[in-house]
């Protein structure tokens, strides 16, 4: 049976073997010839072998980092009772809380690298940190426990049932008496490493700062969830000089969270560090920005987050993108085109080359639509490389590259390097400068489908952008063949829809409809309910229009005419449908409202 140990940990174990004499060259090169034939790690190798032991090992490691060895310790010596780190981090980190008194918090650990985390712990729980030194079979032994596996039903009995904490044990609680000082005991450090039984005690609450981490722990599992399941795009923490706040951005608006406001800046820098420690971040360093990623099971899907730190004058911000891939259906049917322009999109992205555009403002869905393109076309005699900043969604099957300029991996390399590994489609997650479009157009010139992204208001003004950036006129004519712009409106609850009878002719002439359209318009809105939150808005609507790089748009780009004069020739010869029109379709179908409508369509 494998022990489990971590590389990095097998390798420090086996280093300091080595450099005390414990085992000889001969035995090291012996186990790593056998360790990299078979499945086990060094350490186990040499375990096998009989070159060494795990008491060895302990009492090595506690020699040389000053750390007690506990040989003796075992579930029943544990007091479980403070709920101080969950089971999970007990086990990716392979380290269990034992004992806790007053402000000290005592763990077992038994590899080196495991106090890299007593900093992290300290700041974690604001308690003073002892770790003790057990030995590997020691600390699997209380992972099994916490883990039960299915067919041993008799540990069942014994896992933890606090939403995958430490449960207390009611015979070994560490309580609070009247003076308010704990009544559990310190381990004692003996003569002969052993350590004795904790005294039988009550089973009163114990003091609110021997369950801090339940609460921080709590607050985030509990928002976090919470943010999943109404839909969040992004949650918000944020500190100030005499507050904090938590705000979720849900249908594309930040929405705060008033009802956590209080615990969340009494316990702010404590769920940050949770936050950055969770995310595999450095937790001492507060001074610059930092990139991270999550990965939870939630309502049992698999569920990604980006985390964003950043420091400010009064403590860290953090953003976490919530990267539902499970809850999103990547199919271009899906996504809300008008019907005609729905078939122009999927012949555009089915063509074996030609450049494809997408663009819109941050948060407007377009990394979405992509997907839903890369989905469509994505099978198995076809090559698709893209390159993204970040990766948001896996696609099985698609080759997907993390765009990182501090390597030296940016959109342009990325697709450079592309045309060299035979691709039928390449996907750049965003245009931003004249080397990364000259490849582009050169890539689908040369028989390959491009896809990408560029921030423009609106489709024809894609035109002029790539204009001013450069790019010559019959370039744009050859090789461009399909613009989306998009925009995603908030959708008026179904449960709360009434008539909006504060809309005037007036202000329905001012948003394009016509004098007479203006009479008999009667538009919509939500008067917010329990299903929206009061917000009068549940879900969104895709907007979309689709520029055709026509006939008559090559004679007008040839041509150099403006943006006003390529949009004129698109409406008035190629049957064009601008996001307003489109949008005002919308709002007489009660989709949308007049606000929503001039939020996002009034283009200024």
Same mark, same amino acid.
């Given at each position: 049976?494998?022990?489990?140990i971590?590389?990095?940990s097998?390798?420090?174990i ?13 035995q ?5 010839t ?8 060094l350490?186990?190798?040499? +375990?096998d072998y009989r070159f060494?032991d ?7 490691i506690?020699g ?5 060895? #506990?040989?003796?310790l ?7 009772n403070?709920?101080i ?6 086990t ?11 402000s000290? &918090?005592?763990?077992a650990?038994s590899?080196?690298s495991?106090?890299?985390?007593v ?12 770790? *003790?030194?057990?030995t ?26 606090n ?22 005991k310190?381990?004692?450090?003996q003569s002969?490493?052993?350590? =004795? ?20 722990v709590?607050f ?8 999943i399941?109404?839909?969040?795009s992004d949650v ?5 000089k ?5 705000r979720f951005?849900?249908d ?11 615990? &969340?800046f009494?316990n *702010?820098?404590?769920i940050?560090t ?6 595999k971040?450095?937790?001492?360093e507060r ?6 990623a ?15 730190v ?5 403590g860290?911000?953090?953003v ?11 199919? %271009? ?7 005609e ?14 450049m494809?555009?997408?663009?819109g403002?941050t948060?407007?869905? =377009?990394?979405t639509? &992509? *997907?839903?393109?890369?989905?469509k ?7 698709? #490389?893209?390159?993204?900043?970040p990766v ?19 959109f ?5 390097s ?12 965003? %245009? ?21 992204t ?8 894609? +035109? ?6 450069g790019?010559?006129p019959y ?6 063949t399909?613009?989306?712009a ?6 008026n609850?179904?449960?709360? +829809? ?5 809309v005037?002719?007036s202000?329905?002439?001012? %948003?394009?409809?016509s004098?007479?359209?203006a ?13 929206? =939150? ?6 969104r ?16 780009? &040839? ?9 004129e020739?698109a409406?008035?010869?190629?049957n064009?449908?601008?996001m307003?029109?489109?949008g005002r379709?919308?709002l007489?179908?009660?989709d949308i409202? +007049?606000?929503? *409508?001039?939020r ?5």
């Amino acid at each position: 049976m494998s022990l489990g140990i971590p590389t990095e940990s097998a390798e420090q174990i086996t280093s300091l073997l080595f450099s005390n004499g414990l085992i000889n060259e001969s035995q090291l090169k012996s186990a790593m010839t056998s360790s990299e034939e078979g499945e086990k790690c060094l350490v186990e190798t040499l +375990i096998d072998y009989r070159f060494t032991d795990e008491n060895s090992i302990a009492n090595a490691i506690s020699g040389s980092y000053d750390i007690e060895f #506990l040989p003796d310790l075992d579930s029943d010596n544990i007091d479980f009772n403070s709920e101080i780190l969950s089971v999970q981090y007990i086990t990716d980190n392979r380290i269990v809380p034992i004992s806790v008194h007053g402000s000290t &918090l005592d763990i077992a650990i038994s590899e080196p690298s495991a106090l890299n985390q007593v900093q992290s712990i300290a700041l974690l729980t604001d308690k003073k940190v002892n770790p *003790y030194l057990v030995t590997i079979s020691q600390i699997n032994a209380i992972i099994n426990m916490l883990n039960p596996s299915d067919s041993s039903s008799s540990l069942k009995e014994n896992a933890p049932k606090n939403n995958g904490k430490i449960s207390p044990r009611k015979e070994k609680s560490s309580i609070s008496n009247k003076e308010g000082t704990s009544t559990s005991k310190p381990i004692q450090k003996q003569s002969k490493t052993t350590l =004795k039984p904790k005294p039988k005690t009550s089973s009163k609450d114990s003091e609110p700062e021997e369950q801090y981490s339940a609460v921080v722990v709590e607050f985030i599992d509990k928002n976090l969830k919470k943010a999943i399941e109404d839909g969040v795009s992004d949650v918000h923490f944020e500190v100030f000089k005499h507050s904090a706040r938590m705000r979720f951005r849900l249908d594309g608006v930040l929405q705060e969270i008033k009802e956590v406001e209080k615990v &969340l800046f009494e316990n *702010y820098t404590k769920i940050i560090t949770r936050i950055k420690i969770m995310s595999k971040l450095d937790i001492a360093e507060r001074r610059k920005a930092q990139d991270g990623a999550i990965s939870l099971k939630v309502g049992g899907k698999e569920v990604d987050f980006r985390v964003s730190v950043m420091p400010t004058s009064f403590g860290e911000r953090v953003v976490m993108r919530i990267l539902d891939t499970e809850g999103i259906d990547l199919s %271009i049917e899906k996504l809300g085109f008008q019907e005609e322009d729905e078939k122009e999109f999927i012949h555009a992205v089915t063509s074996p080359q030609g450049m494809v555009l997408v663009t819109g403002p941050t948060g407007s869905g =377009k990394s979405t639509t &992509l *997907y839903a393109a890369l989905s469509k076309i994505n099978r198995e005699g076809i090559n698709i #490389l893209t390159a993204e900043d970040p990766v948001e969604f896996t696609l099985e099957g698609v080759g997907q590259v993390h765009v990182r300029a501090d390597y030296g991996m940016t959109f342009s390399s990325a697709l450079r390097s592309f045309l060299r590994q035979d691709p039928e489609v390449v996907m750049v997650g965003e %245009i931003r400068d004249k080397e990364t479009v000259d490849i582009a157009i050169k890539a689908a010139l040369t028989g390959h489908l491009v896809l990408s992204t560029l921030h423009t208001n609106d489709a024809v003004s894609t +035109i002029t952008r790539l204009m001013n950036m450069g790019v010559e006129p019959y370039l744009i004519t050859s090789s461009l063949t399909l613009v989306v712009a998009q925009r995603l409106a908030r959708k008026n609850c179904t449960e709360c +829809i009434q008539e909006d009878e504060t809309v005037n002719e007036s202000q329905l002439r001012s %948003i394009g409809f016509s004098a007479e359209d203006a009479t008999r318009v009667t538009l919509f809105h939500g008067k917010g309910c329990n299903n929206c =939150k009061g917000t009068g808005y549940k879900g969104r609507k895709g907007i979309y229009e689709v520029l055709r790089v026509t006939d008559n748009m090559i004679e007008g780009i &040839l041509k150099e005419l403006t943006t006003p004069e390529l949009k004129e020739i698109a409406i008035s010869k190629d049957n064009f449908l601008s996001m307003q029109e489109i949008g005002r379709t919308y709002l007489q179908q009660g989709d949308i409202s +007049i606000e929503e *409508y001039k939020r996002i369509l009034i283009l200024d």
